[in-house]
Nanobody, 114 residues
């Protein structure tokens, strides 16, 4: 059973930045796609950004140009650099390995507010 531990969430003002980190307990994740999802109040969970084992990335249209996903396979870690944050980015952010049928982290709260 792979465990994912997220960190880096918090409260930030609009226009601010945060960096989320997710570290996996097993190096086997290095061959799988990884990603970040989020779920806002009363909303469904949605994909924010994903990255393949080879480094190909994809983003939700709402975060294009503001968020950057990266990974360090040697450290089995995936990052989400978030800039120019908006109130609409407020959500619980979840780390994921290998899609919906794969592994999930416990979630980290990101709140964008004055």
């Amino acid at each position: 059973q792979v465990q994912l531990v997220e960190s880096g969430g918090g409260l930030v003002q609009p226009g601010g930045s945060l960096r989320l980190t997710c570290t996996a307990s097993d190096s086997s994740v290095s061959i799988y796609p990884m990603g970040w999802y989020r779920q806002g109040p009363g909303e469904e969970r949605e994909l924010v950004a994903g990255i393949t084992s080879g480094g190909t990335t994809k983003y939700a249209e709402s975060v294009l140009g503001r968020f950057t996903i990266s990974r360090d396979n040697a450290k089995t870690t995936v990052y989400l650099e978030m800039t120019n944050l908006k109130p609409g980015d407020t959500a619980v952010y979840y780390c994921n390995v290998n899609g919906h049928a794969g592994y999930w982290g416990q979630g980290t709260q990101v709140t964008v507010s004055t």
